[in-house]
């Protein structure tokens, strides 16, 4: 613990480095304080002590250490600081796919950093409506409308013209048998082939069932990332090997489906800074992020990553309130309050 003087020069010097990115002297700090530079100079040798500054070089200043970034974010930080503007998001009447994009891009936007979000897994997804449109004589569109508001379309063409009374039939079976069924839900073939159905409706059922796969790889859990050239700009972070490895962790989407995973254990913002985080590619940044979703359970994860020179109180701001606006759209979309 330190004390209020040692908590307000350390305060101090992480605002001015997060503002000017050179390290702070005890010159700088002076005009702020009412105490002399040699108390100054004493409480800066002090936190330097106990790992919360350090010190580049012997006549420059002091920059804060990850110990010292940790201390600012979990004792420092106002609890909701009401100068950070507000993060609004338009989500009304959108597909939880484009409102997944439009939560990343304006949160790239409003942090200038790198905006990652998860969409929830496909085991929440379930069948809303099942529709069979007969567009010609031999052709059949079929559409599967799920509870996230994806549409899965797939053309059939037959043989010979499609009796009307079957595909009517269809239709209800379809809408009977598997609306509120999940789309990984592994009885979902099973409940489509009823082994009592005639031969000539499961035969035409077993025609249409192409269209539930197609269902099945379009709600796949999918990864939403927008910003990364912000991350590479010069000077965002150091390390170019890691900052490669980043880049393939984007690429490999079930590795960072698995990091957001292990960095959520409730609802509230968590903060990960330089080797707090397991991955070496995000040992020189921070990892600021949310879980989003239902009252009684997550969906998925919204997350910023930078340096660890970022606007914190930006940033956590940001995210709590991209999380939040999420949560009530996706409430709205699965009916749940």
Aim: proline letters at 5%.
């Amino acid at each position: 613990m330190l004390s209020e003087r040692q908590e307000m020069v350390l305060r101090r010097v992480v605002e001015e480095y997060l503002d000017a990115g050179a390290p702070v002297s005890s010159k700088v700090l002076s005009a702020g304080f009412e105490w002399g530079p040699s108390t100054i100079r004493h409480e800066l040798a002090s936190l330097e002590e106990v790992g919360l500054l350090a010190h580049p070089h012997t006549s420059a200043g002091r920059v804060p250490t990850e110990s010292g970034y940790r201390y600012f974010v979990d004792r420092l930080l106002p609890a909701d600081d009401q100068t950070v503007p507000a993060l609004s998001i338009s989500l009304v009447r959108r597909e939880v796919d484009e409102a997944m994009r439009v939560t990343t891009e304006t949160l790239s936007q409003v942090t200038n950093l790198l905006a990652i979000v998860t969409a929830p897994p496909l085991e929440t997804t379930t069948i809303r409506h099942v529709e069979l449109l007969g567009l010609q004589p031999q052709v059949l569109m079929v559409v599967v409308i799920t509870s996230t508001g994806g549409v899965t379309k797939r053309m059939f063409t037959f043989n010979s013209p499609v009796d009307p009374g079957l595909a009517d039939w269809a239709a209800s079976y379809l809408n009977e048998r598997l609306v509120g069924t999940g789309l990984g839900a592994r009885s979902l073939m099973q409940r489509l082939l009823d082994p009592t159905l005639s031969r000539t409706e499961l035969q035409f059922l077993t025609a249409l069932s192409p269209v539930f796969s197609a269902a099945v790889e379009d709600g796949q859990e999918s990864v939403y990332f927008d910003g990364a050239a912000r991350l590479l700009s010069v000077g965002r972070a150091g390390d170019v090997n890691e900052l490669n490895s980043l880049m393939d962790m984007l690429e490999r989407r079930v590795t960072m489906l698995g990091l957001l995973r292990a960095a959520l254990g409730d609802r509230g913002v968590q903060v990960r800074i330089g080797t707090e985080n397991e991955q070496p590619a995000l040992h020189s940044l921070a990892l600021v992020a949310s879980g989003y979703g239902l009252p009684q359970r997550n969906l998925g994860a919204v997350s910023v990553i930078g340096p660890l020179r970022m606007d914190y109180p930006l940033v956590i701001r940001a995210v709590r309130e991209a999380a939040a606006q999420l949560s009530s759209f996706v409430a709205d979309v699965y009916d749940e309050r």
